[in-house]
């Protein structure tokens, strides 16, 4: 009834999972909502238009129910689905933002922040470090917080919080290091961070002393130093080979293939003719290609 419970209503209730038990794809319950509620009225409608006849009938089935049909549409990715839940409710409901992203940066061997406590002893030697120049770490997260104030020198500091799927951190930038890379710093933006581990004795808690703040993109670029494909017969190679360029020779990654059948199997590295350039838009295709176990990246400068 529209008098009890209104279109935009119904709305968020869809976009915060409310009818999932009904129909998982949310999409496709937004986009037939018209659909829907013209469906109810003209049932109502029907309802109120029965004759004296009806009355008298012993018909059981007076109370079956209509099945309205819905036009199929795709369903919403899941950085969609979570931003309509926290637009619909306030908060991140069914996941995080960080968890399309957590395979690559456990890859890319970013530190989980939930490390980052005065109870991991790795984490109190690099905060007891004496020494001038201290290790720096990387960390990466969705920002949930930007603020910042001026300081006593005149410059600027900034505090900025991250959440991954494994907890939160804040960060501090300041002066020209803010100025630097403030465009990047975004509400529900993606950002990796490079900087020291540092210990606030007034809030009694870890913080990062950020010097670098780099996009997904960059990093991979940065990091990646080959990739390996295992492959099998059934995967259409073609499909794969689209994921691969010799246009860009900024990118020297490695391609090195592991491929079986039923009757061998055999390891080939591919030559310079033939590149994977490592961004966010490549692995998650290769994903869907060859599935996330079957791919898998060697770092610069790393043993692995």
Same mark, same amino acid.
């Given at each position: 009834?529209?008098?009890?419970?209104?279109?935009?209503?119904?709305?968020?209730?869809?976009?915060?999972?409310?009818?999932?038990?009904?129909?998982?794809?949310?999409?496709?319950?937004?986009?037939?909502?018209?659909?829907?509620?013209?469906?109810?009225?003209?049932?109502?409608?029907?309802?109120?238009?029965?004759?004296?006849?009806?009355?008298?009938?012993?018909?059981?089935?007076?109370?079956?129910?209509?099945?309205?049909?819905?036009?199929?549409?795709?369903?919403?990715?899941?950085?969609?689905?979570?931003?309509?839940?926290?637009?619909?409710?306030?908060?991140?409901?069914?996941?995080?933002?960080? $968890?399309? !992203?957590?395979?690559?940066? #456990?890859? &890319? +061997?970013?530190?989980? *922040? %939930?490390?980052?406590?005065? @109870?991991?002893?790795?984490?109190?030697?690099?905060?007891?470090?004496?020494?001038?120049?201290?290790?720096?770490?990387?960390?990466?997260?969705?920002?949930?917080?930007?603020?910042?104030?001026?300081?006593?020198?005149?410059?600027?500091?900034?505090?900025?919080?991250?959440?991954?799927?494994?907890?939160?951190?804040?960060?501090?930038?300041?002066? $020209?290091? !803010?100025?630097?890379?403030? #465009?990047? &710093? +975004?509400?529900?933006? *993606? %950002?990796?961070?490079?900087? @020291?581990?540092?210990?606030?004795?007034?809030?009694?808690?870890?913080?990062?002393?950020?010097?670098?703040?780099?996009?997904?993109?960059?990093?991979?670029?940065?990091?990646?130093?080959?990739?390996?494909?295992?492959?099998?017969?059934?995967?259409?190679?073609?499909?794969?080979?689209?994921?691969?360029?010799?246009?860009?020779?900024?990118?020297?990654?490695?391609?090195?293939?592991?491929?079986?059948?039923?009757?061998?199997?055999?390891? %080939?590295?591919?030559?310079?003719?033939?590149?994977?350039?490592?961004?966010?838009?490549?692995?998650?295709?290769?994903?869907?290609?060859?599935?996330?176990?079957?791919?898998?990246?060697?770092?610069?400068?790393?043993?692995?």
């Amino acid at each position: 009834d529209k008098k009890v419970i209104n279109k935009r209503t119904l709305e968020n209730l869809i976009k915060a999972g409310c009818f999932d038990s009904l129909e998982t794809n949310r999409a496709k319950l937004l986009y037939n909502l018209n659909k829907i509620i013209d469906f109810i009225e003209q049932e109502r409608a029907n309802e109120n238009q029965g004759s004296l006849f009806d009355i008298f009938t012993q018909d059981n089935q007076t109370n079956q129910y209509h099945e309205v049909e819905l036009d199929e549409v795709a369903n919403f990715s899941s950085r969609e689905q979570l931003q309509q839940e926290k637009q619909a409710i306030g908060y991140y409901l069914s996941g995080s933002l960080f $968890d399309e !992203y957590k395979d690559l940066a #456990q890859a &890319l +061997k970013v530190y989980p *922040l %939930i490390k980052f406590s005065l @109870e991991d002893p790795e984490i109190n030697n690099l905060i007891n470090i004496k020494s001038k120049i201290k290790p720096k770490v990387l960390i990466g997260g969705i920002i949930t917080y930007i603020g910042s104030r001026p300081t006593k020198s005149g410059g600027k500091i900034a505090f900025v919080r991250i959440e991954d799927s494994s907890s939160d951190l804040e960060f501090v930038i300041f002066n $020209d290091d !803010y100025e630097k890379y403030r #465009q990047l &710093l +975004k509400i529900d933006e *993606l %950002i990796f961070v490079e900087g @020291e581990v540092i210990y606030d004795a007034f809030r009694n808690e870890i913080k990062i002393n950020a010097s670098k703040i780099l996009l997904l993109d960059e990093l991979l670029a940065q990091k990646v130093a080959s990739i390996d494909l295992r492959l099998t017969d059934g995967i259409v190679w073609q499909s794969v080979k689209t994921l691969l360029s010799n246009n860009n020779p900024e990118f020297l990654t490695n391609v090195k293939i592991h491929y079986s059948n039923h009757n061998a199997q055999c390891k %080939i590295k591919l030559g310079e003719v033939i590149r994977f350039i490592p961004n966010y838009h490549n692995f998650e295709q290769l994903t869907r290609l060859i599935g996330k176990e079957n791919w898998q990246i060697s770092l610069i400068n790393s043993s692995n």
